[in-house]
């Protein structure tokens, strides 16, 4: 019997979809949407730091994709593009923000006007134990990373947290590759400097 | 192989550990701390910080978002998919409909206006066509005639002494071919908010906020020069510069409105404040 030729499965790219659903082909789009909805998502929440408004946002990032659809060509990569518009909405977002109040940890919890959310964390106060360290980790992690440089922030959300090579960050924030390896290497010291000062990790990135 | 001091390794430790180095210089790197205790230490370092972060739940977005971004996806693609015609032909019969409309009053109009003077007409007329035409100026504007092209010095000053980005000049082709409809939309092809950029420029600029102000208008005029409001974002560094004690600057960049926009009386009472007040 004679062997049928073998035919594997090959996995559209990402381009490819972009470009089937410039000519209409809805269920392209679909498969985009499954591959990228929560990475933006996450990179949107972590860049806001707000569930309602990272809801929002990322579907207004993937309604621009929509709109932006036609003009898009597949000599650029489908994922640059869209953490590029995903990154961009997000800084005009916090620029909005800025004439906005917004709750963060340094806020004072509900009457008690002496303690802030941070001083709970670190206390031994009732409360703080209610919380497993898990979440006393995560609260802090991320006001580190509200306590970056928003270059650096930018730079490590993007490699650290959405695995982006260093040439894609260059080419979305628009700087060289070693500026974003040098960004990079800023944060990680910023980061491991906080760590140490809230006694998370005894060691130190910086050489003596 | 090639030799490592501490230094090396340090500068191309954070790409190892993301695994963006070639290979040589990988084996370099390994050779070298396997012998050097601190730059096993920084190695480590990253490597605690990078496993603290991965720690970090992944959020999930609803399904209810999913649902709209695809309602909204299917829709623009049934557009997409309707003859050209079908998009023209609604607009068109509402479009002749108030043009006969139009016309039916205006000839009326004209009749019960019969002996009024030309001249004031004439004039009316002229007065419009003196206006400048922002959008067929813009249109016409090539891409790389950036409001900073051909003039280093403020091209310098405005880049803060940087090499201005690749995005002023149009580093990909789907962000030069969908410059014209951001202009349009107030959304640039790179997912910025213009409108709101601008807005808030105003805003900052009209709460005192001179130096904020000027961050966004000179953005806006930077990277976005065919955007609608890109002009008046360079009127806008005028008057934060002026503002700002800049005067020098202000003058530059007024200098080089003139030459985008062409000069007016307004224009040179304006330097010559400028100038009265810096010297």
């Known amino acids: 019997m004679a062997e049928l030729p073998h035919q594997p499965n090959r996995v559209p790219s990402d381009e490819d979809l972009m470009c089937d659903f410039q000519k209409g082909d809805v269920r392209a789009f679909q498969v985009l949407v499954e591959r990228y909805q929560k990475p933006i998502f996450n990179f949107v929440f972590r860049y806001l730091k707000n569930r309602e408004a990272a809801e929002e946002s990322h579907q207004e990032v993937f309604l621009r994709l929509v709109k932006a659809a036609g003009e898009y060509r597949p000599t650029a990569k489908f994922s640059t593009w869209l953490y590029t518009l995903a990154r961009n909405f997000c800084i005009d977002q916090n620029r909005k923000n800025v004439f906005r109040n917004h709750q963060s940890l340094d806020e004072k919890i509900g009457n008690d006007e002496t303690f802030s959310r941070l001083d709970r964390i670190s206390s031994n106060e009732p409360g703080a134990d209610d919380k497993s360290s898990a979440k006393q980790l995560e609260e802090h992690l991320y006001r580190i990373l509200d306590e970056l440089n928003p270059e650096q922030k930018d730079v490590f959300l993007m490699r650290e947290m959405q695995q982006l090579s260093f040439e894609e960050i260059a080419e979305i924030t628009k700087v060289s590759s070693n500026t974003v390896k040098s960004r990079m290497r800023y944060a990680l010291q910023a980061i491991q400097k906080k760590f140490a000062e809230l006694g998370l990790v005894s060691r130190s990135f910086q050489r003596d | ?279």
Request: net charge negative.
């Open chain 2, 1 to 279: 192989m090639l030799m490592m001091n501490c230094r090396d390794v340090s500068e191309q430790l954070v790409a190892a550990y993301y695994g963006e180095c070639d290979a040589q210089t990988e084996a370099c790197l390994v050779s070298h701390r396997a012998s050097c205790a601190s730059c096993q230490s920084e190695w480590a370092a990253i490597s605690g910080v990078s496993q603290a972060f991965r720690t970090l739940s992944e959020q999930e977005p609803s399904r209810i978002s999913y649902q709209k971004i695809m309602v909204f996806a299917r829709e623009a693609a049934e557009r997409r998919q309707r003859p050209f015609w079908a998009a023209f032909w609604q607009p068109a019969l509402s479009f002749s409909i108030m043009a006969f409309v139009a016309v039916t009053a205006f000839v009326q109009f004209e009749g019960s206006q019969s002996n009024r003077p030309v001249a004031s007409a004439l004039s009316a007329s002229q007065t419009l066509a003196s206006l400048p035409d922002l959008r067929l100026r813009v249109s016409n504007t090539a891409m790389d005639q950036s409001p900073f092209s051909g003039d280093y010095q403020l091209n310098n000053f405005l880049s803060g002494g940087a090499k201005v980005s690749s995005a002023s000049t149009g580093s990909s082709n789907y962000a030069l071919d969908s410059d014209l409809d951001a202009r349009m939309l107030g959304h640039a092809p790179d997912g910025h908010d213009l409108e709101t950029l601008y807005y808030r420029a105003r805003k900052m600029e009209k709460l005192g906020d001179y130096s904020g102000a000027f961050d966004d208008y000179k953005f806006i005029s930077q990277f976005y020069p065919r955007y609608d409001n890109a002009r008046f974002a360079l009127l806008g560094m005028v008057r934060c510069l002026q503002r700002l004690d800049r005067k020098d600057d202000a003058v530059a960049v007024l200098r080089h409105y003139e030459t985008l926009h062409g000069a007016s009386q307004e224009l040179d009472d304006w330097v010559d404040t400028l100038k009265s007040e810096t010297f």
